[in-house]
């Protein structure tokens, strides 16, 4: 099987984040075993979702891994003009839910396995198949904790996010909350004797729209980001029963998009001290007003010095003199965060991601296969 036709193999399965990933880990597996590449299995508190961890050549730390996520978004309320699930082509472009994020590196990935294995491996080839990218990242956070406690780290990490094959170094992180309002219950006609939850929502969410103008015109500024500043937005809200009653009860859910420098925690902390008063008014009303915080997702930024000796490998790899910032999040930063130094680099392009209809070009898939050679022989192949 080409990647190509692994690829078609990949996004039969649906695997949308709030699914199990384990029968398509489990086909994964199947793949592996028959070409005799052992590889061990991690997973989270659900049922269902696992990772797979798999060693090309010596079986031990060091070497190279290369690292893909199996989950992908959904495609409910989506006007797609064919079948999501199944692999279509038309004019060079391979159609399927997760072709381009990211099962089209993860078949890349699969299909280099008979190349690889009959190389003279000196160094090991980490395989990393993750879950829950596309919502939490904790995937990631499993599996590198499960690498680390068998003292199996590798010494350099591919992310194969889509970026048309062109390195990239440095992400925005991402961190996202849950804020719950509570409020006391009336009688529209006599609302002094409530707190109305909503009201209050609103008053939050406007002092969270001034805190992003803050970002936007006091920064950290980092050139290569766009925009080059954190950015803050509320993008869910609700609250009420009915008109007649003062709400008691409102959430809503914020994310900030952070450039390296500025901190996650710190940021948390300022919206917290923002949205003090509004949560002390609240209490004075009554013990059981208040506002709650509950943390949803919490991924680091990447940061890869420009003149890191990775960088300079794919640029040779890849034929780039660039290396890029996005301003998307991915596992990258995850496994920096660990002390393993990683870039993102990988074939499709971000804009066809999440989207009806989404794509990837075969002529990318090509190259990337190309890749993948080139950089094993070059890490992890005796000369």
């Known amino acids: 099987m080409d990647t190509v036709a692994i690829l078609e193999k990949l996004v039969s399965f649906d695997t949308t984040s709030r699914n199990a990933t384990a029968p398509i880990i489990e086909w994964i597996e199947s793949w592996l075993d028959a070409h005799a590449v052992p590889h061990t299995r991690s997973h989270g508190p659900e049922d269902g979702k696992w990772n797979l961890h798999a060693i090309l050549g010596p079986v031990g730390r060091g070497g190279l891994a290369l690292s893909g996520h199996v989950d992908c978004v959904p495609v409910d309320g989506q006007d797609w003009s064919r079948d999501p699930f199944t692999l279509s082509e038309q004019d060079g472009k391979l159609f399927a839910r997760g072709s381009a994020d990211m099962k089209g590196f993860v078949a890349a990935m699969l299909a280099a396995v008979p190349t690889l294995s009959a190389m003279p491996l000196v160094k090991p080839v980490h395989l990393f198949f993750t879950f829950d990218e596309e919502i939490t990242c904790n995937g990631a956070r499993h599996l590198i904790e499960d690498v680390s406690a068998r003292d199996l780290m590798p010494d350099l990490c591919i992310v194969g996010e889509p970026t048309l094959l062109s390195p990239i170094i440095a992400h925005k992180g991402r961190f996202t909350i849950r804020v719950d309002v509570r409020g006391r219950p009336a009688h529209s006609s006599q609302p002094a004797l409530g707190a109305n939850a909503l009201h209050a929502m609103g008053r939050a969410i406007a002092e969270i729209a001034e805190m992003a103008e803050g970002f936007e015109r006091d920064g950290p500024h980092v050139a290569g980001f766009e925009p080059s500043h954190t950015t803050m937005q509320v993008g869910l809200a609700k609250g009420g029963s009915i008109l007649n009653i003062v709400p008691e009860h409102a959430t ?31 209490r004075a009303l009554s013990p059981e007003c208040g506002i709650d915080y509950t943390p949803l997702v919490d991924l680091p930024p990447l940061d890869l010095a420009p003149d890191a000796p990775l960088v300079s490998l794919m640029q040779q790899i890849t034929g780039r003199n660039s290396a890029g910032y996005v301003s998307y999040g991915t596992e990258a930063g995850i496994y920096q965060q660990t002390g393993l130094p990683t870039i993102v680099c990988g074939p499709g392009d971000i804009a066809q991601a999440h989207k009806p209809d989404e794509w990837i070009a075969r002529d990318q898939l090509d190259r990337c296969d190309a890749m993948i050679e080139r950089l094993v022989r070059r890490v992890c192949a005796a000369s």
């Open 252 to 282: 809503f859910e914020v994310e900030w998009r952070a450039v390296p420098g500025d901190d996650n925690e710190a940021i948390l902390a300022r919206l917290r001290h923002r949205l003090s008063p509004i949560d002390a008014a609240l």
